[in-house]
């Protein structure tokens, strides 16, 4: 599994640099943040790092080509691509694809270690770390756009939260955060 992850890294590592999203340190936020919930709830580490690291590994990409919806699909396409290259258990190849399937959500999840890859995406815009980061790494936009897309994205993630553990943590940064938001549609 070791091998897999430093391949992982340098899949994601490489869109990133190809495509500029997301970026590193905004990937590997999501990464620590994922790494850290699993060792507390007893998850996969492998499983959860493997996930984090590869289910935005297309998002540029598809930004690029103007298929941001289809960005789960292309990054689950990029991850089988790398998977049939290893030998390991088969039920942590499929744990590793619903880890990118589910990291926006779903009504329930196939396993902990892909409720906790969306849980540590989430960071990514409602912890302020992450919301800053993001403001730091701009997009090709208008800031009326922006403040529009970090509105839209601060709500989807705050609604895909469903570990307590990461609601008590992330609550009083969300509501910083949409104080910000408003102050800034002003």
Request: net charge negative.
């Amino acid at each position: 599994m070791e091998d897999f992850l430093i391949e992982a890294r340098k899949l994601a590592y490489k869109e990133t640099e190809k495509n500029y999203t997301p970026p590193i340190p905004i990937l590997n936020l999501s990464t620590e943040k994922g790494k850290e919930i699993a060792k507390k709830l007893g998850a996969n580490i492998d499983v959860v790092e493997s996930g984090t690291l590869l289910m935005d590994c297309a998002l540029g990409r598809a930004l690029k080509e103007g298929r941001r919806g289809e960005h789960v699909q292309m990054s689950l396409d990029l991850a089988n691509e790398l998977l049939e290259k290893y030998s390991f258990d088969e039920k942590i190849k499929e744990n590793i694809r619903h880890c990118i399937l589910e990291h926006h959500g779903v009504d329930k999840f196939y396993s902990l270690e892909s409720e906790i890859c969306c849980n540590a995406d989430c960071y990514r815009f409602i912890s302020l770390k992450g919301f800053i980061m993001q403001s730091k790494y701009g997009r090709d936009m208008s800031f009326e756009e922006m403040v529009n897309l970090f509105t839209e994205k601060v709500e989807e993630k705050w609604n895909a939260l469903s570990l307590d553990i990461v609601k008590k943590e992330l609550t009083s940064q969300y509501e910083v955060i949409l104080k910000i938001l408003e102050e800034l549609k002003k």
